[in-house]
């Protein structure tokens, strides 16, 4: 079993949609958790980062974290075309800054 | 802003060749990582360093080393090339401590490395 479980998708949605995109882990040791975009060709960029348990928003993109089921979750309202890409989480116990990823879901924003 | 970039943004070698792939950042990070990405797998450690001469094995290190001879260049070797290792390499960085989110790595555009 995979140390984070990510639905590799590909996931489709008409614009202005409500995307839900999620990770489960097993590893209780896990502190930091993180979502990347990334864009074909491209490397990852950091989208959302959230310490322990809680939400964060950020524009159109909320991070939500429930450490007690072991589950991170990243909402896009109003999905956009220039959404589409691949978000990857990613999450540590903290010091020596390695992250340990999820495989990845893709996205595609129709129009 | 942080920039890490990669020596070659596509590679093709045949099996059996010495392969380097350079990596430099320029913003004085004290971490930089190797990563292979490839579908249905994502991100994979290959290695890592912490310091100027100082490399730990990440998840999948067999098959390459990794040289850290100065602080913003971090350089992955594929000593005999095999087709197993064609993939998209990717080389990251960070700074524990700095910044408002630590454990952030910061990554360049990629390698896609095709071995024949």
């Known amino acids: 079993q995979k140390e984070v479980e990510q639905d590799p998708g590909p996931l489709s949605v008409p614009e202005g949609a409500i995307v839900s995109l999620n990770c489960t882990y097993s590893?209780?040791?896990?502190?930091?958790f993180m979502w990347y975009r990334q864009y074909s060709r491209k490397g990852p960029e950091l989208l959302m980062y959230t310490y322990s348990s809680g939400n964060k928003e950020d524009g159109r993109f909320t991070a939500q974290v429930d450490k007690s089921s072991k589950y991170i979750s990243l909402f896009i309202r109003d999905s956009q075309p220039s959404d589409s890409a691949t978000y990857l989480c990613a999450m540590s116990s903290g010091g020596g800054n390695k992250l340990t990823f999820g495989t990845g879901t893709q996205l595609k924003v129709e129009l | 802003d942080v920039k890490v970039t990669q020596s070659s943004r596509y590679l093709v070698k045949r099996t059996g060749e010495k392969v380097f792939l350079e990596c430099v950042q320029d913003?004085?990070?004290?971490?930089m990582f190797w990563y292979r990405q490839d579908p249905g797998l994502g991100l994979r450690l290959i290695y890592f360093?912490?310091?100027?001469?100082?490399?730990e094995k990440g998840d999948i290190p067999e098959g390459y080393s990794v040289s850290r001879e100065k602080k913003e260049r971090f350089s992955l070797i594929l000593e005999s090339a095999s087709t197993n290792q064609t993939s998209m390499y990717l080389c990251?960085?960070?700074?524990?401590?700095?910044?408002?989110?630590?454990?952030?790595?910061?990554f360049g555009p990629g390698t896609r490395l095709t071995v024949l």
């Open positions: 990251a960085s960070s700074s524990p401590g700095r910044r408002e989110y630590d454990n952030e790595q910061f």
């Open positions: 360093s912490y310091d100027v001469k100082m490399k």
């Open positions: 913003m004085d990070h004290e971490n």
């Open positions: 590893n209780s040791a896990f502190q930091y």
